[in-house]
């Protein structure tokens, strides 16, 4: 543990680009994660909206379409391979720009060294060439709207053959493919540089005082998925660079010999397609937790502030979490079950893929048990940490059913696995990320959102999301594919209506977003002032310092804590939460033995 109780020499830098540029201030670098992935989180949802009108209305001309692409939309009607690369690129910013940047690299820089009580990252420069690598990630998935045939219509997952047959597979898989694969092979070296700064941070820079167990809940979230990160990333970015020199350079790993495509040829041989796969998805199922630990963690955080009163186990929570970690690595093949796999190859992803529901099924039950009875105080943040509750059970219990390689096969394909995922990844992750900003907007810019606002936001957030992903397990079991852009067979024409609902649900809850993006511009500039530097009262180190905090974290004394994190209603305190810094000898039952 690093000796941080003496003061420490941190100059701040003076010049413009130093301080908010090509800062090394974890807390400026946390902030420009926010912003990235705030402008990706935009970009995400603008193309969902291309493609909800086009699913909901069919051949809608879309007002101004042409200008994003002109042999993608002509007439401003979307064509059926434009559809599928809005999708692709919908999915993959939002996986790795929103559910990965913000939750983890976002928040999980600003707090993670405050709540270690650290001064700063160990790695500082590291830390800054995290981010601007990940910025440069986000150039070329953007620079594929510009190049001639667009970007590349694969799918998030860029499932082999397809995405390593070069121009022969359709538009954009040229070169949409491979600014894709660079994008992602500069994300996950952005990632990985953040990881080692996370572990490290963890395990080297804690103040005196601060044993692991006496860390938040968010601080060991932020730390189990780095753990994750470090091994996933590291995995799919050779990946990465094996599909570019199928492009580039020749070679033939993703590509079996003989393969034919529109009556052409192809001079590949020896690849494996299924090769990709295996490597895509032992990253891609731990990328899920990736996104959705933090969550959990920021969740716990959140609740546990607005309950008054600790979780029913703080190492329970941990070592659910952990497990979570562990497990993630071992239920990958159940994406493959239906790529001929052996069905005791099958048998063997299905019972881990049943046995990782019991930590989160422990995780679910401890928050449940710890808010019966409990006097919550309502404000936004802990809304949204309710309904992450919400949507990550109502998205998991889908997921029983996809463990099960039988019924898999048959919904593999369909709208079912797109509900499933984007209710327990993407809007839980999405809430977890909307609670974080609520509860540490104050901390982080000095200024209060406003809560009216806030709660509009989760209502109209809360009931839009399941309106539009609830309907999408009705048409799963009705066999709906989900990479149709058209419904003409006879058994999908009864399906548009509820295509037409999600849509219009889908215009809704994004302006619930705008909602949210009007208060957060407004409150950074004229939000309330914080009454005091802890407006929520809570415990942890993230409240014992400045508003916003100071370059080096803590001013001129380093912090020493003498509790563990979540002291609440403590008998004989002379308040109802004891700060982790505060000396006052108080016994609780909670207190680490």
């Known amino acids: 543990m690093h000796d941080m109780s003496a003061p420490a020499v941190h100059h701040a830098p003076t010049s413009f680009i130093r301080q908010h540029v090509f800062s090394t201030d974890h807390k400026v670098i946390g902030k420009q994660y926010y912003a990235l992935a705030l402008v990706a989180a935009l970009f995400g949802m603008f193309l969902s909206w291309l493609m909800r009108l086009h699913l909901g209305f069919g ?14 939309a002509p007439g401003d009607v979307m064509t059926p391979e434009y559809y599928l690369q809005l999708m692709t690129m919908h999915g993959t910013i939002m996986v790795f720009f929103v559910l990965t940047t913000a939750p983890f690299a976002a928040f999980g820089n600003f707090f993670l060294p405050i709540q270690t009580g650290a001064e700063d990252m160990p790695f500082p420069h590291f830390n800054m060439m995290s981010f601007w690598v990940t910025f440069a990630a986000f150039v070329p998935i953007v620079a594929s709207f510009f190049v001639s045939d667009g970007p590349t219509l694969g799918g998030w997952t860029q499932y082999a053959p397809l995405s390593a047959i070069g121009p022969a597979g359709g538009p954009g898989e040229g070169w949409g493919v ?3 694969a660079t994008s992602i092979c500069l994300f996950c070296i952005g990632q990985l540089l953040g990881s080692l700064n996370f572990i490290t941070t963890t395990l080297d820079m804690r103040c005196k005082g601060m044993s692991l167990m006496r860390l938040p809940l968010t601080a060991w979230a932020w730390f189990l998925t780095s753990i994750m990160g470090l091994a996933a990333f590291a995995v799919l970015m ?3 660079i094996l599909l570019i020199l199928d492009h580039v350079a020749g070679t033939s790993f993703f590509v079996a010999s003989n393969l034919v495509i529109n009556d052409q040829l192809l001079p590949h041989s020896g690849g494996s397609t299924l090769l990709w796969q295996h490597l895509f998805w032992f990253f891609g199922h731990p990328e899920v937790y990736i996104a959705i630990v933090p969550g959990m963690g920021i969740v716990s955080h959140v609740l546990i502030t607005n309950m008054r009163r600790p979780m029913l186990s703080h190492r329970v929570l941990i070592y659910s979490m952990g497990s979570l970690v562990v497990l993630s690595y071992m239920v990958y093949g159940h994406h493959m079950f239906v790529s001929g796999m052996n069905p005791i190859s099958s048998l063997a992803f299905s019972f881990p893929t049943l046995v990782i ?15 019966y009875g409990s006097k919550l105080r309502i404000n936004s943040a802990s809304l949204f940490a309710l309904g992450f509750i919400s949507m990550f059970i109502s998205g998991g219990v ?3 059913f996809l463990a099960q390689p039988s019924i898999d096969i048959m919904l593999h394909a369909t709208y079912f696995v797109v509900g499933h995922f984007h209710l327990v990844m993407g809007v839980a992750a999405m809430f977890g990320i909307f609670a974080g900003t609520y509860f540490w907007f104050p901390k982080m810019v000095g200024r209060m959102m406003n809560e009216t606002l ?10 839009g999301a399941y309106c539009i992903f609830m309907p999408f397990h009705y048409l799963g079991i009705a066999g709906n594919v989900r990479r149709y852009q058209a419904f003409t067979d006879d058994y999908l024409i009864p399906l548009i209506p509820v295509h037409k609902f999600i849509t219009i649900a889908a215009l809704f809850t994004g302006a619930a977003q705008l909602v949210f993006l009007y208060n957060l511009i407004y409150s950074r500039f004229k939000g309330e002032i914080p009454p005091n530097d802890n407006p929520w009262e809570g415990t942890s180190l993230e409240w014992s310092t400045a508003t916003p905090p100071p370059h080096n974290n803590f001013g001129d004394k380093m912090p020493v804590v003498y509790h563990d994190p979540y002291q609440y209603s403590v008998e004989g305190a002379s308040k109802d939460y004891i700060m982790q810094t505060s000396p006052e000898n108080v016994h609780s039952p909670d207190e680490e033995k």
């Open 357 to 371: 529901t019991i930590p989160s099924t422990i995780i679910v039950l401890i928050w449940l048990g710890s808010l």
């Open 398 to 400: 889908s997921g029983f």
């Open 238 to 240: 050779p990946a990465t």
């Open 59 to 72: 051949s809608f001309a879309i007002p101004g379409l042409h200008l994003l692409s002109k042999a993608g």
């Open 178 to 180: 491979i600014l894709w």
């Open 454 to 463: 806030g709660k509009v936001h989760f209502v109209m957030s809360f009931i």
